[in-house]
């Protein structure tokens, strides 16, 4: 396990510390925000100046000695986020060295994020002086226009251990599912390879998920929204304590059972709860094609829907035996009253549900879903749930939308239903 002590405060890549970040433009902005946030006991307070309306190093330290005083022992992340990587303001790197410098030596903050990676030139000297004051250096470096290769993730991190930061950090922009599983795959790797604690985050709402399964990606920090966002797709501080500690206190001893029409978002959720809860999760329907080592449509194809019917049921009943689980059943699992008998004696039972239009825009491109070959429209999806709504809904514990929310609040929503 990897440990950083950041003031009083010890951060691992086991259990992320979440970080509040304040947003403020003027100075009684600033105290205001700090005021709520630190309501809310956030692990660490991150300052954002380059919000703040100015950056003469004098008018920073005053700000930032009232803000010390506000927040008390929650250790301070100090951070100027410049235009090139995202944040609000320009300046020279002659002031950026100076501001950062100035700030470390009044001691007020236990950490100071310092854009290492693309200021390499200035980098071990700033950090250097930074960590003389007894400040921790976070080196950052964001891609807001996409999300490099898996080999450039970990180069990055690397390379800012190099330069001497005492946590590494990266932030990418998601522009599809794979770019996310990129950055979770790069951070498992880098996590191995750089001896530092790391930080990584897919932003946007793609990216929502890798804010919440750090315990997976080995990120020791996650950022938070407190009073507003700074960066895209942070979620509220409240949901994602709630998730991280999720990891630690939600441990059932049945099953959860997700049922659904096709393309609900059974197989998307059920994985997404798993990153978030370390419950392990296995899909019945994935199971059923390694078990018969055949893929579905063929099945349907060559033995017809009975045959596989009654596999499904032996899948289920196989599943059965288990405990603990996220079992994400195919949407056709509800339809024979056994297999509902298997699921209620052995957990819970959660119907996902989302709106004909919804499914169909979610399905329409695969090949995969023999049941609506050649009937591909939201009239047909919409006339096949009526007639299996009967099946569905009375046999369900719980019942939580898929297309209202994100998939972080949808898992969310979950979880807040199961524990009542
Ligand atoms: C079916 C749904 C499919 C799969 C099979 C039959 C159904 O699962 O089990 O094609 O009858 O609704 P998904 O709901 O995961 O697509």
Redesign the pocket.
Known sequence: MKEIKIGKKVITNKYPAICVPVVGKSKEEVLSQANEIVKLQPDLIELRCDIFESTDVEDVKKMLSEFKNTVGEVPILFTFRTDKEGGEKAISDDDYFRLNVEVAKTKNVELIDVEAYSKKDMAPELIKEIKECGVKVVGSNHHFEGTPEKEEIIDTLLQMEKLGADICKIAVMPKNEEDVNTLIEASVQADNKVKTPIVTMAMGELGEITRVCCAVTGSCITFAAGTNASAPGQLKYNVVRELIDSREKFHPDYNVWLI?????G??TVSQALSKITGMEVV???EY?VKRENMA??DI?EKFG?KY?RDI?SDVIKELGKTSGKII??????V?RTKNVDVMKQTGKIVLLRASAQSIYER?KD?T?????NGHMNVEYIEQ?MKQ?EDKYKPVADIEVPTDKDGLVMTCHDMLSKLKK
């Open positions: 659904g029409f096709m393309g609900t059974k197989t899909d019945a329907d059923l579905i449509s349907f829907e596989f499904e994400s059943c195919g949407g056709g699992a339809l399905v695969g995969d879903r023999p049941i609506l096949l299996r």
